[in-house]
């Protein structure tokens, strides 16, 4: 008979020396036994596998070095991605157990310290340690210090911090910024760029793992050289910074109206681990999303390039699924995307890369009657974000905003807006139409075609925040040294870092720094509030939520020449230099004490109004630069606060252009009245016909009924396209 022995680690069957014929019988049943026992043990069975580790808890905001107000400190939270996990951390140096303190919401950190923590979780074994050392610093700023940091047009500065300075009794001065945080605008939601195939490609596969973690840092973190990201926009499909032309449903251009075949599968190589890794780094990253095409078979064209959206029933109900599909597959990859748009550039059909014409009365009937009942159907909470294109085309987004049933439709949040053409102003103008819904600025590429990028970042970024508009993107946040990979399209665009085909090695764009004076100073969930614009100097201003509750204020010398000017907050200010061509961010804390006045003898600023009806700022080739208010027709007005002429004035100028040449109607008066657009009369200036929209004249005029403190409307009177107006004082 056969002898079974079980050895460790093997198993031997051993015969005896002779078997005769009666033993072969069994030999079928001893190698199936052997069978059972390798498959199956010797006796009993092998021990399950251990469970794998519960992920590690992180922390918001991220370890690092922090300067929080006042009876305003550090408030810490932890968070685990394994589902229903219990944290349990300590503040001692000791190691953390399940008998050290549960966490149950925000950790107050008031002085340097490092925070323990591990995860236990059911269907897990506990967590590795996670530590994160908080230190704690002296404020940024007070009522009393101001931080500031500094870009210069020669790039010898970048983003780079000064000496602090101290406010002291405002003393005034006539080249004076005023900043009043009694004055609210609109809330910011952030700051940032778009993660293109491209992008995504070059980050995640191209340069190295530890180039990628500090980029990342720099990118998302406000940490040491951090500019703090807070928003990105994720193209749905190919766009032209793209290595092929793909969606997420192509089928060989066969129809699949039921999205059988729909997958994610591109982007989870690269574009979901690297939105999975920022939204680590920074937890209150908003995130939009954009087809640039839909697949090929839903289109006129049958391709991803050129064509519309097919008019039948079953293709615009299947174009609505791929939304929900796409934000229901994002969302089970831990990424919730908080707004869409229809189309990117509806009005621009190219030829070399993926696009879709879409008219604004498609894009209402296809909202109205497919994608706003399929959100709501699949009960996901995401955004739309109508239009998307340039700021020369405002009658699009209001045909379809004439739609009372789209107008007042909680799913639309606001209107996206690309800085290509046209003027950020007519975002003021929509928001005095529409005062419920957001202005979103989702694209404006630098690139090789801008003189002068910092200039330009500066002056645009402003101008746009000056104009209600909640968030600011540039493009493409990577690409490589020849401004790819792209399937088309731009091919001299500049993305906010530069990966090295070939090395892998990281730069650090111009975009990343101007970008970087508001991103890391400006915090989602603060005001933009009150400033004026002085002569040379324009500004935004902001008050950053609680806890931080910093304030910030950037100001670019958009002049030849360097300009000193005085920034007055309250009762408070302080005096600062800047070069020509140079920007600045200041920071500080505290609380206003008191308001502001306006010299009347002094320039007044035509884009320093706290409110307009009518009117639109652009940039100015005037003396000194800055923004001249536009686009003006009978009674479109400005309003100036708190204007001071003390005991009377008796003569205004004013500087005006004209173009009889192209449609203006010159001769037209701009007249200013007391406290109300039909108040006191105070005086008028004839606009002349200088011969363009930017040939300056000073036109003068007499002035009398005016003493003490009052707000200023300006008034244009007359037709239609009276002029530009771009500063005033009296005398």
Known sequence: ?????????????????????????????????????????????????????????????????????????????LADAAAGATIYYTMDGTSPTTSSAPFSGPIT?????????????????????????????????????????????????????QSSMSFSTAGGGNNVVFVDETEVYQQIEGFGAAITDSAAYLLMEVTTPSALSSTMN???????????????????????LARSAYSYDDNGGQPDLNLTIFSIAHDRADIVPLIQHARQLNPQLKIMATPWSPPGWMKSSSSMIGGSLLTDAATRSAFANYFVQYLQAYGKAGIPIDYVSLQNEPLNVPADYPGMSMDAATQAAILKDYVLPALA???????????????DQPGYPQAILADPALRSSGQIAGIAWHGYAGTPGVMTALNNLYPNLGNYETELSGGAWVPNQIKGDFEGITQVMRNWAKSYLKWSLALDQNHGPHTGGCGNCNPLVTVNSASGAITYNV?????????????????????????GIVSAAFVNPAPDNSRALVAYNDSSTT?????????????????SLAGATFIWRGTQSGGYTVSANSQIQASSYNSTSGLQTELTSDTNGGYDLGYSNNASYAVYKNVDFGAGISGVSARV??????????????????????GTFVCSVTIPATGGWQTWQTATGKAAGASGVHDVYAVFKGATSLGNFNWFKFN
């Open 1 to 77: 008979m056969y002898n079974v022995v079980c050895l460790e680690p093997e198993i031997t069957i051993m015969e005896p020396a002779s078997m005769d014929a009666r033993t072969t019988a069994f030999r079928g049943a001893a190698l199936l036994l052997t069978m059972a026992m390798l498959l199956g043990g010797c006796g009993s069975s092998s021990p399950p596998p251990p469970p794998p580790a519960a992920p590690a808890p992180t922390f918001w905001p991220v370890p690092g070095t922090y300067s929080p107000s006042p009876g305003a400190p550090l408030s810490v939270t």
């Open 109 to 161: 950190v008031a002085s340097t310290t490092t925070i323990q923590a591990i995860a236990v979780s059911a269907g897990y074994s506990q967590s590795g340690i996670a530590t994160g050392p908080f230190t704690i610093t002296p404020q940024i700023g007070s009522a009393t210090l101001v931080s500031v940091v500094v870009t210069t047009t020669d790039q010898t500065r970048l983003l780079a911090p």
């Open 218 to 240: 720099d990118l998302f973190t406000r940490q040491g050289n951090g500019i703090g990201i807070s928003f990105l926009r994720n193209p749905m499909g190919a766009s032209d």
């Open 377 to 391: 159907t699949s009960g996901v909470s995401t955004k739309v974000l109508i239009y998307d294109h340039n700021w």
């Open 511 to 535: 975009d990343y720094y101007t970008l970087g004076h508001f991103s890391k100073f400006v915090l989602p969930g603060a005001h933009r509030v009150y400033s004026s614009n002085a002569n």
């Open 563 to 579: 300009q000193t000017f005085v920034v007055q907050w309250g009762t408070q200010a302080f005096t600062y230099t800047l070069p």
């Open 657 to 678: 252009a004209c173009d009889p040449g192209n449609g203006g109607n010159c001769g037209g008066a701009l007249e200013f009245h007391l406290d109300s657009a039909a």
